[in-house]
């Protein structure tokens, strides 16, 4: 996976990368793709295990943000990357418009309660960005609101670092054709019906604002303790491969051990 793995690097600090750019479809990953579904498969296969290890280490949480506009699969790369890992170490928050108790608070109140705690990886479905993104697309708060919060995240996110929260940050990225192709499927396959919203249209038709805010985020939010990954997401089976290769790559790095025995066992035998 040679080809795929020189993508694996995050989007560098105050870059000048452009997500307009960026390729949402990689064909040369693909083109053995028996090859690549087995890969993917080795992969979720050691993630379950590190995440065993990374419980019994107890040192850090990992905390796992995906964002990606409608039907970009981040529903999808839960199930299948992070689907054999023990449900109990693992934690998913689905970040909606906010109801009017979170509405009422500061914008980081409903996220950082759902931070998970140290032994545990949680996955945001969707994210604090959504309180840059949604705001600026829509205009609902001036400039100099949504701006600010970019610098405001980095804070957050750092002392979040600080306080041993591994944060591994990935936007998926599909074309417009293939989000033309996903909706559609939903639109005529009864059993996906319930995926398809028409709001859902609203922000297909804004996408090219959407791609200018992500692209500011990706240059002032992309940092050393927490780094962004473009994705590209056309195809699953390189979406896949992609996140579940940067996460264990990410986990094996922490040289993550088992804690020594507990004194009073040693010696000791079973009657
Ligand atoms: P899928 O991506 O699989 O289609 P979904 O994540 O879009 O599903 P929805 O039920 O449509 O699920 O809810 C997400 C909606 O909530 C999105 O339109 C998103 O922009 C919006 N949202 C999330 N957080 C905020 C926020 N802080 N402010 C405003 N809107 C938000």
Not at 7 to 26: E, M, Q, T
């Amino acid at each position: 996976m040679k080809s795929l793995d020189a993508r694996l690097h995050p989007v560098l600090a105050g870059s000048a990368v452009r997500l307009h750019d960026s390729d949402a479809r990689v064909d040369e990953a693909i083109a053995d793709e028996k090859e690549l579904g087995n890969a993917t498969k080795r992969l979720v296969k050691r993630l379950a295990s590190l995440q065993r290890l990374f419980w019994a280490d107890g040192r850090y949480a990992l905390l796992v943000v995906l964002q990606g506009r409608d039907a970009s699969g981040k529903d999808g790369t839960i199930r299948r990357v992070f689907g054999k890992v023990n449900p109990q170490g693992c934690t998913v928050a689905g970040f909606k418009v906010p109801t009017d108790l979170e509405a009422s608070h500061d914008y980081l109140w409903r996220v950082h309660q759902r931070v998970p705690p140290r032994g545990m990886i949680g996955i945001f479905n969707r994210s604090h960005y959504e309180d840059i993104l949604v705001p600026r697309v829509r205009q609902l708060v001036p400039e100099s609101v949504w701006s600010a919060r970019h610098d405001q995240i980095n804070g957050f996110e750092q002392m979040l670092a600080a306080n041993g929260v591994v944060i591994l940050k990935f936007v998926l990225h599909i074309s417009d054709a293939e989000q033309k192709r996903r909706f559609e499927d939903r639109l005529h396959d009864k059993t996906k019906n319930w995926k398809f919203r028409a709001g859902d249209l609203d922000d297909r038709v804004l996408w090219p604002k959407f791609l200018d805010a992500y692209t500011e985020i990706l240059r002032r939010t992309s940092t050393d303790w927490a780094p962004w990954y473009i994705v590209p997401a056309d195809d699953k089976g390189v979406r896949d491969y992609f996140i579940a290769r940067t996460v264990t790559d990410r986990l094996e790095q922490l040289q993550l051990r088992y804690p020594p025995p507990d004194p009073a066992i040693e010696g000791l035998t079973i009657a």
